[in-house]
């Protein structure tokens, strides 16, 4: 590897890792700002143990595939499909303003329902594997980027391996499961209104995505007849 590209491939890991950092101070500061008490100790717990996921997702791409780093940092990608363009800016706002705001209200102010201390525990797993699951994706696809479109312009290809063997979108997969243990973790059950907002949304963006691939990339078809199920494991 050139001096130039392990420059490039820096840059690009600290970059990825100041962004997802904002991204999750700004759910923090909504999150408070909601609750109006910054003493509660498990939204602390989950921003504590999403910091470290972040920075240790970050190290991995930045060893194994580095260059997936860079491409997922462009903001123009050409042939991206306007629907997912879409859906993603609403999926991304989903989580990062309607899910704190929500869990903020409940557990902070209004204190409309609680999950005791132990649920901790379950946020904690599913945070886990959705870290495991997700690096697991981005490692084995170099094609993994934030949108939907055919990467011609990076010979595009359909990725039969790891993840891809068990589901044909695990990166989605491995989304709602970190959506689904932020209930969890900071206690509220009236989080998981967005939280279901959110899982319909990928689902809706899972099955177009699906048929374009089928429609559009070449052998992915084939490929559904070996991995039968997008999302779920023996379900769907």
Not at 112 to 139: E, K, P, Q, R
Request: glycine fraction near 6%; charge should be positive.
């Amino acid at each position: 590897m050139s001096r130039e590209n392990i420059q490039k491939f820096r840059v690009a890991a600290i970059k990825s890792l100041i962004l997802s950092y904002v991204m999750l101070l700004l759910q923090l500061v909504i999150f408070f700002v909601s609750a109006g008490n910054i003493g509660l100790l498990r939204p602390w717990i989950y921003f504590g143990i999403s910091c470290f996921y972040y920075l240790v997702g970050t190290i991995v791409q930045y060893k194994l595939n580095p260059e997936l780093l860079v491409h997922r940092l462009k903001l123009k990608r050409k042939g991206s499909k306007l629907w997912d363009e879409i859906l993603m800016r609403v999926t991304n706002l989903t989580a990062l303003i309607a899910i704190p705001t929500i869990a903020g209200l409940d557990v902070g102010r209004f204190h409309w329902s609680s999950l005791t201390i132990h649920y901790v525990i379950v946020g904690f797993v599913l945070n886990t594997i959705s870290t495991i699951l997700l690096n697991w994706a981005m490692i084995t696809n170099p094609h993994f980027e934030p949108t939907v479109r055919i990467q011609k312009d990076r010979d595009h290809k359909v990725i039969t391996r790891g993840p891809y063997k068990i589901v044909r979108h695990p990166g989605y997969l491995a989304g709602i499961l970190f959506i689904f243990s932020i209930p969890f973790f900071l206690g509220s059950l009236f989080t998981f209104i967005p939280v279901g907002i959110y899982f319909l949304l990928m689902v809706t963006r899972t099955w177009l995505e699906d048929n374009t691939l089928q429609k559009e990339l070449p052998g992915y078809l084939e490929y559904t007849k070996k991995t039968r199920y997008r999302l779920f494991p023996l379900i769907w």
